[in-house]
C-alpha cells in the first residue's frame, strides 16, 4: 500500500509537471506551432490521451520495477519523447512558406485585374491556401473594419511567422506606403523564392533524416535494454531500489534526457534572419511604434 501510493504521488508530480511545461511552453493554453504560427485545431480528446497515455505508462513502469522514481522518469519520458521526435514542425513550417506562395501568386493575379491592394486582399482571404488561410481572413477582417493597411499587413507577418512572409509584407507595405509600381511583378518574383525557399527545405530536411533516425535508434535500444533488464534480470538492478539508488537513477535519467535533447537539436535547424522584427513587427528603417 505504501508503496502504491509512493507511486502514484511521483506520477502525480510527473504529469504536475507536464502540465506546468505545457502551459509555460504556450502561453495562455493555445495551440502554437513552429514560432507561434497558428496550428490546426487538435482533434476532441487529444489533451485527455495526452495526459492519460504518460500516467499509464508510468503505472506500468512503477508496478514492474517497484521505484518511484523510474514511475515518474516513465510518465515524463512518454510525454516528451513524441513531441521531442516528432517532425510536425518543419513540415508546417514548410507548409507556411508553400502557402505564402501560393497566396502571393493569387494576390499578383488578383491586382492585375485592376483591384486594389486592400480590395485583392479581402477577395483572396476565403480562397488562401489552408496552412495561412486563417491569419489572411483575420487580416482581411482587420482591412475591413478599418485598421491602418501598414498595421494589418504587420500583424499578419507576426501571426505566419516565417522569412519568406516577412518579404511579401514588407513588399506590400512598401506598395501600400509608397505606391509603388510594377508590384505584381515583384509578387511573382516573390513567389518564385519562397517555392524555391520550401523545396530547399525539403532537401535540407531529407539530409538530416540520417540524424533523427539515429536519435531513434539510441532511443529504442537503450530504452529495450533497461526494459529487459527490469524484467529478467531484477536482481542486477537491485542497487537502484534504495534510497540512495533512487537519486542516482534520478541523477541517471535526467542525464540521458539531457543527451537526447542535445542529440534531437544537432537535427533542427539553425535560427534566420528576420526582417520583421517579432515583437513589434517593424519594417527596416522604420522606428519602433509604440
Do not use: N
Not at 509584407?169 to 505606391?179: D, F, I, T
Amino acid at each position: 500500500m505504501t508503496l502504491a501510493l509512493v507511486i502514484t504521488c511521483a506520477l502525480g508530480a510527473g504529469l504536475g509537471l507536464c502540465g506546468a511545461l505545457a502551459s509555460w511552453s504556450v502561453p495562455g493554453g493555445s495551440e502554437t506551432s513552429l514560432g507561434g504560427a497558428p496550428r490546426v485545431p487538435r482533434p476532441a480528446g487529444f489533451r485527455a490521451r495526452r495526459v492519460l497515455a504518460p500516467l499509464a505508462v508510468g503505472l506500468v513502469v512503477g508496478l514492474v520495477t517497484r521505484w518511484p522514481v523510474a514511475a515518474l522518469l516513465g510518465a515524463l519520458g512518454a510525454y516528451g519523447v513524441p513531441s521531442l521526435l516528432g517532425q510536425t514542425a518543419w513540415k508546417s513550417a514548410t507548409a507556411r512558406v508553400e502557402g505564402v506562395a501560393a497566396w502571393t501568386e493569387l494576390l499578383r493575379d488578383t491586382l492585375a485585374s485592376s483591384a486594389g491592394l486592400s480590395q485583392a486582399i479581402v477577395a483572396t482571404a476565403p480562397v488562401a491556401p489552408r496552412s495561412i488561410r486563417e491569419a489572411v481572413q483575420r487580416l482581411a477582417a482587420r482591412l475591413s473594419s478599418g485598421v491602418p493597411m501598414a498595421s494589418a499587413l504587420r500583424r499578419l507577418g507576426e501571426e505566419i511567422d516565417d522569412e519568406s512572409a516577412d518579404l511579401v509584407v514588407c513588399a506590400l507595405v512598401l506598395a501600400s506606403e509608397a505606391r509603388a509600381q510594377r508590384l505584381g511583378e515583384l509578387l511573382g518574383d516573390l513567389a518564385q523564392s519562397a517555392r524555391e525557399q520550401a523545396a530547399m527545405r525539403l532537401r535540407v530536411e531529407a539530409s538530416r533524416a540520417s540524424t533523427r533516425s539515429g536519435v531513434r535508434t539510441v532511443l529504442v535500444f537503450s530504452l529495450s535494454f533497461a526494459a529487459l533488464l527490469a524484467v529478467v534480470a531484477h536482481s542486477y538492478l537491485a542497487p537502484f531500489g534504495t534510497p540512495l539508488g533512487q537519486v542516482v537513477l534520478a541523477g541517471v535519467g535526467l542525464a540521458y534526457a539531457a543527451g537526447l535533447v542535445l542529440m534531437v537539436r544537432m537535427a533542427a535547424p539553425p535560427p534566420v534572419f528576420r526582417l520583421l522584427e517579432p515583437s513589434t513587427g517593424g519594417v527596416p528603417g522604420e522606428p519602433e511604434r509604440r
